[in-house]
Every structure is written in C-alpha cells, then in structure tokens.
C-alpha cells in the first residue's frame, strides 16, 4: 500500500501563488506517474497536471503557463506550483500516484485525502 500526504493548499487572492506538495510513503516499488486532479463544488475532478518519472509533463489547457509539476524520484514526493491563480482554481485538489509495491505486482493508482484551495477577488 501507498500512502499520500498532501500539503500547502489556502487561501489566496486572485493573481497570486500557492505551492501544494505531496509525499508518497508506504511499501513502494517504482512510482511511474504522479499527477493532481481537483474536483470544484458540483463538477467532476479534473486533471490539472501529470508528471512521469522520467520526467514528461501534461497540463489541462486551463492551467498551461501558469501551474508547474515538479516530482523529486529519490524522496518520492510531487509539487504544484500555482502562479496567477483565478477564481475558477477553487477546488479541493488531490494528489494521486500511480504505482507498484513490487516487482511483479499490479500498478496500483493512489489519491491523496485532498487539500482545499480557494482564491478570493
């Protein structure tokens, strides 16, 4: 099993920046993507961003420009920096990692409990 901590979520002004964090720990073999999802009131959790490990990146079209998901492999751990935030970036976002506890096990997808961010006007 893999476990998720997720941290740096808030509140903050239109314009400005959040960092969101997220640790992965537990029995792990190889995490092969790691990625955040957010799920606004009354929508469908969306992709924001995801990261491979060997590095290859993809954003939604909504954040593009403005949000940067970074992961360092050796202390497992995933990053979303948010710069320009709108109010529509409201959400509750998720961490989640996709990956196996041994060699020939199943790959196994892993979400964090989620972190609120809000950005007022």
């Known amino acids: 099993q893999v476990q998720l901590v997720e941290s740096g979520g808030g509140l903050v002004q239109a314009g400005g920046s959040l960092r969101l964090s997220c640790a992965a720990s537990?029995?792990?073999?190889?995490?092969?993507?790691m990625g955040w999802y957010r799920q606004a009131p009354g929508k469908q959790r969306e992709l924001v961003a995801t990261i491979t490990n060997i590095g290859s990146t993809n954003y939604a079209d909504s954040v593009k420009g403005r949000f940067t998901i970074s992961r360092d492999n050796a202390k497992n751990t995933v990053a979303l920096q948010m710069n320009s935030l709108r109010l529509e970036d409201t959400a509750v976002y998720y961490c989640n990692v996709r990956a196996k506890s041994s060699w020939s096990g199943p790959l196994g997808d892993y979400w964090g409990q989620g972190t609120q961010v809000t950005v007022s006007s």
């Open positions: 537990g029995s792990i073999f190889s995490i092969y993507v």
